[in-house]
């Protein structure tokens, strides 16, 4: 079975950091890419970053562009994300996805709360 776990949310200030973490369990994950998505209350999901299977490859939405940094660790079957800089606007529940066989696979997502 295809699983991703989500750790690291928070509550930070603003100019804060945090670093989120996805366990990967059931597939080969060193063969397949990795993504970050974001949805806030009353707003459609979005894509944060991308990685491909090797972590050769990086891309960002415009607005995370220098602030986060997605990586892997494929001994320890895991994908990060890196949060600098946070405004309230990062306030969002965080998802770490990836595509097997045709079928997107999600985790249970873990809260992102940027506040004073």
């Known amino acids: 079975q295809v699983q991703l776990v989500e750790s690291g949310g928070g509550l930070v200030q603003p100019g804060g950091s945090l670093r989120l973490s996805c366990a990967a369990f059931?597939?080969?994950?060193?063969?397949?890419?990795m993504r970050w998505y974001r949805q806030a209350p009353g707003k459609e999901r979005e894509l944060v970053a991308f990685i491909s299977s090797s972590g050769g490859s990086t891309n960002y939405a415009d607005s995370m562009k220098g602030r986060f940094t997605i990586s892997r660790d494929n001994t320890k079957n895991t994908v990060y994300l890196q949060m600098s800089s946070l405004k309230p606007e990062d306030t969002a529940v965080y998802y770490c996805h990836t595509i097997v066989r045709l079928h997107n696979y999600w985790g249970q997502g873990t809260q992102v709360t940027v506040s004073s």
């Open positions: 059931g597939f080969t994950f060193s063969g397949y890419a």
